[in-house]
């Protein structure tokens, strides 16, 4: 698993390839990653999202918060789900590609977050810098730590979140929800 910071190169190899992978997928084609000589570091297993935006406006992000494959597949695969398979969005259309910015985010491994009741949990959220996961039941949802920037208070944060999750946005203040935090390295073009 990922768990030193990823190199500038590293980093620019990536976006690199998440650029390829949603060129290649909007013409109904998978990008080869055997075509790229792969840095060592990126082969090993990590967790990413892929978010991307046109004219800073979100376009999809899709990702996941399990590390099962090497970090350079992670990053095509999630990279061409963004641009196809995000439910909230049309599929990227080729002629869009140019304008679209690229965002990556490598996830530390989600921790559990122990806390007593709602109160309790807000004082242990760390606004800005754990992402958050919420799991009630079979239900779950996740904001990686930039969407602070857009809710940063911390109680519309979780109603926010238990929306995404198809809950009532009090479920968080009258029910004690599995919660996990995590960390990310955040880097784009």
């Known amino acids: 698993m990922i768990n030193q910071k990823i190199s500038d190169s590293d980093r620019a190899f990536l976006l690199g390839l998440a650029r390829k992978s949603i060129e290649a997928a909007t013409q109904g084609k998978r990008l080869d990653p055997s075509d790229y000589k792969i840095p060592t570091k990126l082969m090993e297993l990590g967790a990413s999202f892929v978010t991307l935006t046109i004219n800073g406006a979100l376009r999809g992000c899709i990702g996941t918060l399990e590390a099962y494959q090497p970090l350079y597949l992670d990053v095509i695969e999630h990279a061409a789900a963004a641009a196809m398979d995000d439910f909230r969005f ?100």
């Open 90 to 189: 049309n599929p990227v259309q080729p002629d869009e590609v140019p304008a679209i910015r690229i965002e990556i985010s490598v996830l530390s491994q989600p921790e559990p977050l122990d806390y007593t009741g709602p109160d309790d949990l807000l004082q242990r959220l760390r606004p800005g810098i754990d992402g958050v996961v919420i799991k009630d039941g079979r239900k779950r949802a996740t904001f990686l730590p930039q969407v602070w920037e857009q809710i940063p208070d911390r109680q519309d944060f979780l109603s926010h979140l238990c929306l995404k999750m198809g809950a009532s946005a009090e479920l968080w203040r009258t029910k004690n929800l599995a919660v996990y935090t995590y960390q990310v390295e955040e880097f784009h073009e």
